[in-house]
T-cell receptor, first 112, second 116 residues
Framework: ETGVTQTPRHLVMGMTNKKSLKCEQH?????MYWYKQSAKKPLELMFV???????ENNSVPSRFSPECPNSSHLFLHLHTLQPEDSALYLC???????????FGPGTRLLVL | AQSVTQLDSQVPVFEEAPVELRCNYS??????LFWYVQYPNQGLQLLLK??????LVESINGFEAEFNKSQTSFHLRKPSVHISDTAEYFC??????????????FGKGTKLSVKP
């Protein structure tokens, strides 16, 4: 369960704030993913990084900005968010792109 | 485009009763199927997966799922549930495992509530 860690676990921010979510995987994987989990909606894939290169941006608004400095770390930079962006943000990793994904515990984000 | 339907948003059962969580998918190409479980305040954990071979796959904690191509289903079953099985279960489909296309598509989830 500690293979993929996410910090912070909970975050409350105003619409004018700038914050960052961090994901770290200790599994030696090459691909990392950001998902958004909202109430009563399926998980939405946001971004995919494969060997530090972004391979997918699933029509995510520019107020979400991912960064992958190396294959073990993934960040999601947040700025000028909206209340509807409140959700659980999940990070996942896989050995190779599109192989079995292992998830972190998520960051519960509340935008006021 | 692929889609996943989990018909039941909530399934309440009593402890030691059998349970089936339904999952249907739509796809015009071959699929790979997954069940993930999310315990309260935790991330998703892979429960079991079907990639190829035997259509019946099992997890280490007594769950099993059967891939039925003709019915486009991948229902999850357990003959006798425990209180600790209380969680939300997500079915997911991918169309190209290990390739460059076909991200995981998730269903909306089914909340399993096991009562004593």
């Amino acid at each position: 369960e500690t293979g993929v860690t996410q910090t912070p676990r909970h975050l409350v921010m105003g619409m004018t704030n700038k914050k960052s979510l961090k994901c770290e995987q200790h599994l030696g994987h090459n691909a990392m993913y950001w998902y958004k989990q909202s109430a009563k909606k399926p998980l939405e894939l946001m971004f995919v990084y494969n060997f530090k290169e972004q391979t997918e941006n699933n029509s995510v608004p520019s107020r979400f900005s991912p960064e992958c400095p190396n294959s073990s770390h993934l960040f999601l930079h947040l700025h000028t968010l909206q209340p509807e962006d409140s959700a659980l943000y999940l990070c996942a990793s896989s050995q190779e792109f599109q192989e079995t994904q292992y998830f972190g515990p998520g960051t519960r984000l509340l935008v006021l | 485009a692929q889609s996943v339907t989990q018909l039941d948003s909530q399934v309440p059962v009593f402890e030691e009763a059998p349970v089936e969580l339904r999952c249907n998918y739509s796809s015009s190409v071959s699929v790979y199927l997954f069940w993930y479980v999310q315990y309260p305040n935790q991330g998703l954990q892979l429960l079991l997966k079907y990639l190829s071979g035997s259509t019946l796959v099992e997890s280490i904690n007594g769950f099993e799922a059967e891939f039925n191509k003709s019915q486009t289903s991948f229902h999850l079953r357990k003959p006798s549930v425990h209180i600790s099985d209380t969680a939300e279960y997500f079915c997911a489909v991918a169309t190209n495992y290990g390739g460059s296309q076909g991200n995981l598509i998730f269903g909306k989830g089914t909340k399993l509530s096991v009562k004593p």
